[in-house]
């Protein structure tokens, strides 16, 4: 059996905030610099108004995309009045990966104790795009790619992993 070798994956990050821009934008900025310094691509990066329809629409667009191939979004996750992010990207799946939001809250669980209950992280897959809805915070953007993300999006990763899944740009 050969070693695998590293794939590079286009991602595209969409922030979902009513009061950042990209020059105050540290959890996109965090997704950034370790998509980056992984040896990935970023695909585009944009930030939006925690608003479903404008969420969605970004979101459709990049999975409609074949040059994204992972969709990272940060913000709007929780549990208050706009907090829409779920249920913006869900209908747009084909497949729910439940798996990272549990493992998502549970490795929370160590950084926040019982808070991480009020997460609704999501990750799941469409048209071939593997999309993951992160909280807005940069520790749980750090957290959710440090712990399982990175891992699940290197083809090196062994038994398995997604990044294996996604066709490649040149096939």
Known sequence: MSKAEFRPLNIAILTISDSRSLDDDRSGQTLQERIEQAGHRLADRQIVPDDI???????SNWIA????????????????????????????????????????RMVSWDEIGSSSMQSR?????????????????????????????????????????????????DE
């Open 65 to 104: 995309d074949p040059a994204v191939q992972v969709v990272i979004t940060t913000g709007g996750t929780g549990v208050t009045g706009r907090d829409g992010t779920p249920e913006a990207v869900s209908v747009l799946l084909d497949k729910e990966l439940e798996g990272f939001g549990e493992l998502f």
């Open 121 to 169: 992280a999501l990750g799941g897959v469409a048209n071939g795009t593997y999309v993951f809805c992160l909280p807005g915070s940069t520790g749980a953007c750090r957290t959710g790619w440090d712990k399982l993300i990175s891992a699940q999006l290197d083809s090196r990763t062994r038994p398995c992993n997604l990044a294996i899944l996604i066709p490649r740009l």
């Open 53 to 59: 329809y404008r969420i969605r629409a970004v979101v």
